[in-house]
């Protein structure tokens, strides 16, 4: 664990060099694994951040259709939302009536924070 914290502050070549002096007997398969847990980890966040924006696109094109143009400061609010929120709000807009409602929607939001 240390050493997944510890390699966004030190370079490769020092973490590498630590893990042959920790590891002389097994340091290639010690670095091996935590290449793949890295790679996991850059592979989850990359999803994480596709399904974002995945979310924010429906929303704005859902809301974009039922009202027209919608205004880059409601975009900013709208795309600032997490994840979850971004899908409560692609099933919420079925009922909106306006605009107004969803300056409601997301004033609630703010509040809760």
């Known amino acids: 664990m240390y050493l997944s914290v510890a390699k966004e502050q030190i370079s490769t ?9 920790t590891f002389p007997e097994s340091s290639g398969e010690v670095i091996a694994q935590f290449a793949l847990d890295w790679i996991a980890e850059g592979e989850r ?49 079925l009922d909106f009536t306006s605009l107004d409602d969803l300056a409601a929607w997301l004033d609630r939001r703010q509040e809760r924070k």
């Not at 009202?67 to 975009?75: N, P, T």
């Open 45 to 93: 966040k990359g999803e994480q951040k596709g399904e974002h924006k995945s979310a924010a696109r429906i929303s704005l094109r859902l809301l974009e259709r039922r009202f027209g143009a919608i205004s880059d400061d409601l975009r900013e609010m709208i795309s600032s939302l997490s994840t979850e929120q971004l899908e409560r709000l692609s099933e919420d807009l």
């Open 13 to 21: 070549e020092d973490l590498h060099m630590a893990i042959e002096q």
